[in-house]
Every structure is written in C-alpha cells, then in structure tokens.
C-alpha cells in the first residue's frame, strides 16, 4: 500500500505527507528512499502529524530525512499556563497520580503532553458556553443551541485567546519545524511560526535536501511513451512497409516486363529483317 502511494510520487519535486501519525511517515520515508524520491532534489513536507517522529526509533537516516519541513501545535507557554496549568500538572506528576491511558493505567510524565493544554481550554470553552445557557434558562438546550452558543464564547486560557472564526474553526497558531543534523541523526529545530494575524513568519532560513538554505531546483523526467503512442508507431511502421513492398513489386514487375520485351525483339530480330528484305 506505502509503495503503491510513494510510486505515484516519483515525478514530484515536492511531496506532502498528510498522515495523522509519525510511524507512518517514517513508513514512507522509508519506502520513498528505496525507490529515489528522498533527498537531494526532492522536498518532504508533513503536517503536524508527521512532527513528532522519533528519527533513530524510526531508523530516518540524514540522506533520508533531512529537510524535512513540517507544522507543529505551538507549545504554551504564557502566564497562564506557567502559573496556573504548569504547577498543577506537576505536582500530580511528583505524587505519582495514576491515570487511564487506552485501558493502562500509568503516571503522569512531567513533561506537559502538547495536546493537553488545548483540551483544558476546551473543556474551559465548553463549561463556559454551557453556563452561558443555563444563565438564559435553557436548562434542556440542544446541539444547536450549544454550536451557537460556542461561537459566541470566548476564553482567555492557558494557550491564549480561545475564539472561533467563520468556518468555527479556532484561529491556528503553529510552529514551523526543520529537520536539521544532530550528529549522525536528526531533530526537529523550530524555524518560524504560522498565525492567521500575521501569517507565516520564520526566524531563520529553511535547510532544504541538499542540506543548503537555497531550495534545489527540480528538473521532471520526461513522460513515458503511453501504450496508444506504442500502438500508433506499429501501426504506422506497417503502412509504411506495406507502400514500399508494393512499390518494390511494381518496379520488379516493370524491370522484368522490360527484359521480357527486350529478349522478344532480339530473338526475332532475323525473322523481322528478312520479312522487311521480302517486302
């Protein structure tokens, strides 16, 4: 399945992963090097699925991964966070607090998961829409009225402003990480960021393939010949030999027409001249 994708993309300078997870990248870069789509000339860029890959647990070697450009949730680290989110999580960290993880239970790992300040804010914008509505007496609300009302709310929490546009969609905020070398590996290195407000800013220039910050110039392969072309070409090779054999026969059947004619007129030619001395 991985190669049948990563075939299509052999003609493609620049090739984009949209997968949700980063073993399936790793999956592809894998199957993209053993083919040639890796590395100096091509362009690799993944979305933010693809931005916690682990390189060595990945076996993503320099000529295969670097260059790689993808997005990645901006980490929070505002005040509120700091002084509010932060110390609580790692509190129940050091107290070894046991939670559920896929059926596991395991311990808090003090370093702050990415997503879990966003489903704080969440739970925040959620609780605050709900209580937007029971203030308005709707007790027994719909989904409607719940959709409605989440696009009205606001929340000022630990991963900044929590507010929606006209998709319903909050305004995204992320970073923009290059794989870059790490000794004899890679690791991700946060070269700019992208915001609706000021869209897309870098901090320091992109490291492309060829391990410079000048993009490689791709030249396209020409297309193969299609099956009809082929077919178009036989054709036309057998009409073509098929006018010269009968140009071939009539100027055969004129040459030997002509000899006929020519050993007639020197077999006869005693009896025509004795025939014209009678006359």
Known sequence: FVFAIVDQLQ??????????????????????????????????????????IDFTN???????????????????????????????????????????????LKPLDPVVNVFA???????????????????????????????????????????????FDASQDRPPTYDIVNALRDGTSLRFSTVGTYTTEAGLTYTQPLTFSNGETTAPVFEKPPEPLSTEFYVLIVVAS????????????????RTLKKRREAAYAASNAPALQWAHEEE
């Open 11 to 52: 003609d493609v300078g620049t090739i984009v992963y949209l997968g949700p997870s980063s073993a399936g990248l790793g999956e592809v870069l894998r199957a993209g090097s053993k083919i040639g789509i890796t590395g100096d000339p091509f362009v690799w860029i993944s979305a933010d699925g693809g931005s916690s």
């Open 58 to 104: 990945e076996n993503i070697t320099a000529s295969m991964g670097l260059g790689l450009i993808s997005t990645s949730l901006k980490i929070a680290d505002n005040a509120k966070f700091q002084s509010e989110f932060n110390p609580r999580w790692q509190a129940l960290a050091a107290n070894q607090t046991m939670f559920e993880f896929f059926g596991e």
């Open 117 to 163: 300040p966003f489903v704080y804010d969440a739970f925040l914008l959620a609780f605050k829409a709900i209580d937007t509505l029971y203030g308005q007496g709707k007790l027994d609300f719909t989904g409607e009225e719940l959709r409605a009302a989440l696009i009205e709310t606001e929340v000022d929490g630990v991963t900044g402003l929590n507010t």
């Open 238 to 253: 057998v009409l073509v030999a098929c006018a010269l054999l009968v140009c071939i026969t009539v100027l055969v059947r």
